[in-house]
T-cell receptor, first 110, second 116 residues
Framework: KAGVTQTPRYLIKTRGQQVTLSCSPI?????VSWYQQTPGQGLQFLFE???????NKGNFPGRFSGRQFSNSRSEMNVSTLELGDSALYLC?????????FGPGTRLTVT | AQSVTQLDSHVSVSEGTPVLLRCNYS??????LFWYVQHPNKGLQLLLK??????LVKGINGFEAEFKKSETSFHLTKPSAHMSDAAEYFC??????????????FGTGTRLQVTL
């Protein structure tokens, strides 16, 4: 089975812009979670989607949003980018129990 | 609330010697615990998981971990380190949410250095 894929792998944006990241889960997995990884804050939970519905959300501002499509692919959007949004954004899919991670999208905000 | 504490931010071992990465957990009930590994510029790979079955859990690449309820610990070990084991290791607890959902709460990570 193919693993979790994320596109793009690297992205450079300027402050104030918006960005959309994409995640394709493992075939058959209906749950997709997003995490932000930074040197200062470590790995933090953003939100989780299941069957096109956001089931749970972490403690991030409303500039961070997402959605899930009927084929379970998910997108994450960050509006009005700030320098502090520079991070590795990881997506994970799961069926039941353990989560399987993609390689991440490295976002740099200048 | 469920949380994990990784006791060492950095561990250095010589190739061929044992590896011990320490993790303590806090949970109000029997937790689901995981160890993930992250190589530079890569995503996270699941090494092993504990879900209240056997207390000694074997994972990939020769790693294993033992769940000790009395000590609230879930330490990761490997008998003989290899250069390719150099990476960041995360101890993780699964926090149940609504329905069948869960989120992962990560420790701060332990960077393993393997020297010749």
């Amino acid at each position: 089975k193919a693993g979790v894929t994320q596109t793009p792998r690297y992205l450079i944006k300027t402050r104030g812009q918006q960005v959309t990241l994409s995640c394709s889960p493992i075939s058959g997995h209906r749950s997709v979670s997003w995490y932000q990884q930074t040197p200062g804050q470590g790995l933090q939970f953003l939100f989780e989607y299941f069957s096109e519905t956001q089931r749970n959300k972490g403690n991030f501002p409303g500039r961070f949003s997402g959605r899930q499509f009927s084929n379970s692919r998910s997108e994450m959007n960050v509006s009005t980018l700030e320098l502090g949004d520079s991070a590795l954004y990881l997506c994970a899919s799961s069926l039941v129990g353990e989560q399987y991670f993609g390689p991440g999208t490295r976002l740099t905000v200048t | 609330a469920q949380s994990v504490t990784q006791l060492d931010s950095h561990v250095s071992v010589s190739e061929g010697t044992p590896v011990l990465l320490r993790c303590n957990y806090s949970s109000s009930y029997s937790p689901s615990l995981f160890w993930y590994v992250q190589h530079p510029n890569k995503g996270l790979q699941l090494l092993l998981k504990y879900t209240s079955a056997a207390t000694l859990v074997k994972g990939i690449n020769g790693f294993e971990a033992e769940f000790k309820k009395s000590e609230t610990s879930f330490h990761l070990t490997k008998p003989s380190a290899h250069m390719s084991d150099a990476a960041e290791y995360f101890c993780v607890v699964s926090v149940p949410l609504t329905g069948t959902a869960s989120k992962l709460t990560f420790g701060t990570g332990t960077r393993l250095q393997v020297t010749l």
